[in-house]
Nanobody, 123 residues
């Protein structure tokens, strides 16, 4: 069982930056691939970024490529999402998720989810 708690959301102006954190419980964090997803009002939840258990492989949605960076610190059981050059369309609730071993862009592949953190980007 893995419990995930996101933090770092907030209100920021367009062009600004935020760093989201997701703290995981348990001793086996380094065996889990991690993902970030987001859900905007009235829209389906969508993939944002993922990272392999070692951190050696990452994947991004086209909409955030070049602006967002996913990273992890296995010693701290934490995954991060650095978000730069934020746009109003990045406004959403951001969720982190975990699954064993391999990364995926599909939310149905992830077994554990955090409660989400709100990111609001004003124009």
């Amino acid at each position: 069982q893995v419990q995930l708690v996101e933090s770092g959301g907030g209100l920021v102006q367009a062009g600004g930056s935020l760093r989201l954190s997701c703290a995981a419980s348990g001793r086996t964090f380094s065996t889990y691939a991690m993902g970030w997803f987001r859900q905007a009002p009235g829209k389906e939840r969508e993939f944002v970024a993922s990272i392999s258990p070692s951190g050696g492989s990452t994947n991004y949605a086209d909409s955030v490529k070049g602006r967002f960076t996913i990273s992890r610190d296995n010693a701290k059981n934490t995954v991060y999402l650095q978000m730069n050059s934020l746009k109003p369309e990045d406004t959403a609730v951001y969720y982190c998720a975990a699954r064993r071993t391999f990364t995926s862009t599909l939310q149905s592949d992830y077994n554990y989810w955090g409660q989400g953190t709100q990111v609001t980007v004003s124009s």
